[in-house]
């Protein structure tokens, strides 16, 4: 009797001891596919091996589908333990308004500012000078994806740019092959435009447009050519009837599909597919004609609360994000390239590392989500969707459109 | 008995008019209190957060000058006239048939109102498979033979909205039917046995007979399937969204992008505010000859 006393009272202590230390946090995200889901688990893991729980929240859909619940879980005073958002200025209102946490003291004790490269990244969770998130990955839209199945039943050669690419599409449909997997979901058209934008167009149009918010440009006859590539896009995608990006990526994994222009996480489903880069798939950044990714990304932020044991374990999960062996096993799953600048990623693979040569050389642009608002943003959605699939709507028309939501950005 | 002084109009029946309180107040704070809010709100800058930036008509303008906007509103309008007239059409002879006295009238009417208990969202994506040229309907009639049959109705700008159309008329019309059933039932034998002794053919009967005497079924009916019409939301979320492209938006559906997508409030309630406008437009002149008119015959 005296002994199972004991030990009650023991495994009591014990349970209180380790409760005082562990806490459940609650981390929405819309990392759902294959490749993201088993990404995911790695940092989900970094956090339990501290003696916390990871309450997985995950929200299927897209980005377009997942945040309106964040945001207004936020807002409605629901606030989670941790949730992913695209760093920029989607959060940009939510931090003014006071309701993420501060993270710039330890930001500052683990010199964040000299581990993460490029530091823009950082720049973009800092406002006023303060930390309200971890960036946890980079990402770059530039990225066409070709099938060597597809390629090899219709016997040609795996094109290494656009313009072979548009040339070898005939050959394609000859064989039954869809040309351009293309879900029908708008950011994917949009993400589309944005990297014939950079392929097509050039750096200096892309920032000009994007950045530095000129309609001129957007009219301007480099645009037009873009505009062109475009509903050259638009026609190879003809019969490519999906919607979610990794049914799309799945039709080049299976050979149904030429190629996809899809963002570097395409790379974890073809990981998952155990597909070999190289050998099985060749990716060409920036389409093969222009060696330049712009840095997006994924980034965690942090509801504030006033409880302080949620705030202690807010802060231990950040500092989780951002450690070297969780980075290096994140990315590897993900696709994605590391925010540190000093990690050792010889596990990479082929497409990983043309990635980050292209990195390290510097030839890195911001990404759209970073210096569009989200109603800019979300205009030029429809309109990229809107023209990808009505063929009655003209090069002139949407472009003149698009003139006009760029003078209008915000 | 002689009461000196007529009581007190207000004090009459005292106990169900505060029975009645907590509803006449949800009404006023939920319903007048909110919609105020958001009328205010659509005249200012509100993107994420709702501001006081006063801007005036911005948001008006600029929402009218949105495409998707107008489409949405097409959209509607196509999708608010072909629901209400085929939902009653259909249902009323759905109805009428099943009311001929015919053998197992439980099992049919079973069938019919079936759909009704699934969710839109279920029936959008059931009919969004059905649709589907790869495994639906076009594939089912390649495979017998017709292999240039095409069908896609949701992939294809000029239709997509007739196929999210067809969707809802699957879902919504059992209900109408029972409501038009229920009606039926209402109307006297005798006013038949009169009808056929006077020789009156049957759709003469109905025509003029029936269905004037079922109006105030027809009212009720004819609420809730506006009703619907407005608010169609999920249907079109889980079926196309929107697409392809923006051919099958919605007016709900460009309220809901703008204030959670986009996120800009203002522009979200300007445009839920024109809804608001448009079915107050069909609801006054309606109300007032339905009630204010009314006095006057009886």
């Not at chain 1, 390629?151 to 869809?178: F, T």
Request: proline letters at 4%; one cysteine or more.
């Amino acid at each position: 009797m005296k002994l199972i006393k004991t030990l009650l009272a023991s495994t009591a202590a014990l349970a209180f001891s380790t409760s005082a230390f562990a806490t459940d946090l609650e981390v929405t995200h819309w990392w759902t596919s294959g490749g993201e889901a088993a990404a995911v688990a790695e940092f989900a893991k970094a956090f339990n091996e501290g003696g916390d729980k990871w309450v997985d929240g995950a929200i299927a859909g897209s980005g377009g589908v997942a945040r309106p619940i964040i945001i207004s879980r936020i807002i409605g005073g629901d606030p989670m333990g941790a949730t992913q958002l695209n760093h920029g200025r989607q959060a940009e209102e939510l931090v003014e308004a006071g309701l993420m946490l501060d993270l710039t003291d330890i930001a500052e004790k683990e010199g964040w500012k000299d581990v993460v490269n490029p530091v823009r990244l950082l720049n973009a969770c800092t406002l006023d000078g303060k930390v309200y998130c971890v960036p946890v990955n980079i990402h770059s839209p530039q990225w066409i994806w070709l099938s060597h199945a597809a390629y090899e039943k219709a016997g040609v050669p795996v094109p290494a740019n656009w313009s072979e690419y548009v040339a070898s599409a005939p050959k394609l449909r000859e064989a039954g092959v869809v040309p351009l997997a293309m879900g029908q979901q708008s950011w994917q058209t949009q993400l589309a435009f944005d990297t014939l934008l950079v392929a097509v167009g050039g750096t200096e149009l892309f920032t000009n447009i994007l950045s530095n918010k000129d309609a001129a440009a957007a009219g301007s006859a480099e645009a037009t050519k873009v505009f062109d590539a475009f509903a050259t896009a638009r026609e190879l995608a003809q019969g490519a009837n999906v919607q979610d990006w990794n049914q799309a990526t799945n039709m080049v994994i299976t050979g149904k599909a030429g190629g996809q222009i899809m963002g570097d996480w395409a790379q974890g489903e073809f990981q998952v597919a155990n597909q070999v880069a190289g050998k099985d798939y060749t990716c060409l950044p920036g389409l093969g004609v222009n060696d330049i990714i712009a840095t997006g990304g994924d980034a965690f932020y942090f509801p504030k609360t006033d409880d302080p044991e949620i705030t202690a374990a807010q802060k231990r999960m950040a500092s989780s994000m951002i450690r070297k062996d969780v980075q290096v096993a994140f990315n590897l799953k993900k696709g994605s390239l590391p925010i540190r600048g000093d990690v050792d990623l010889s596990a990479a693979n082929d497409c990983m590392k043309k990635g980050l040569k292209i990195l390290a050389a510097g030839n890195v642009l911001p990404d759209g989500v970073n210096v569009l608002s989200a109603d800019t943003a979300g205009q030029i959605q429809d309109l990229m969707s809107e023209f990808f699939n009505n063929t009655n709507i003209t090069v002139a028309d949407a472009q003149s459109r698009y003139v006009d939501i760029i003078k209008n950005a915000d | 008995m002689v009461q000196n002084q007529r009581p007190v109009q207000l004090f009459r029946n005292m106990s169900a008019k505060i029975a009645a309180i907590p509803m006449v107040l949800t009404a006023m704070v939920i319903f007048v209190g909110c919609s105020a809010w958001t009328i205010f709100h659509s005249f200012t800058k509100s993107k994420l957060l709702p501001t006081t930036k006063w801007v005036g008509l911005d948001q008006y303008e600029r929402l009218w000058s949105q495409n998707r906007w107008l489409i949405s509103i097409e959209n509607l309008a196509i999708y608010g006239i072909f629901s209400l007239v085929f939902s009653l059409l259909i249902g009323f002879m759905l109805a009428a048939l099943l009311d001929q006295k015919i053998r197992f009238e439980n099992t049919f009417r079973t069938i019919f109102l079936y759909p009704f208990a699934l969710s839109f969202i279920v029936t959008g994506l059931v009919w969004q498979w059905v649709l589907n040229p790869e495994f639906g309907i076009q594939k089912i009639v390649r495979d017998m033979g017709f292999e240039t049959f095409t069908f896609d109705p949701l992939y294809n700008q000029e239709i997509v909205i007739y196929g999210v159309l067809f969707a809802g008329l699957w879902q919504g019309t059992g209900l109408i039917m029972c409501l038009m059933l229920a009606g039926l039932r209402g109307i006297d034998e005798d006013i038949w046995k009169a009808a056929r002794v006077d020789g009156i053919p049957m759709w003469k009967t109905y025509l003029l007979i029936v269905i004037p005497m079922m109006r105030p079924v027809f009212i009720t009916t004819l609420v809730i399937i506006a009703a619907g019409i407005v608010k169609v939301y999920d249907l079109v979320v889980a079926q196309t969204n929107g697409g392809p492209g923006i051919a099958s938006e919605v007016p709900a559906k460009y309220v809901y992008d703008y204030m959670f997508r986009n996120q800009n409030l203002g522009q979200g309630f300007a445009a839920s505010t024109m809804m608001l406008l448009t079915v107050l437009v069909v609801l006054i002149p309606w109300a007032y000859l339905e009630f204010g008119g009314k006095k006057k015959h009886v």
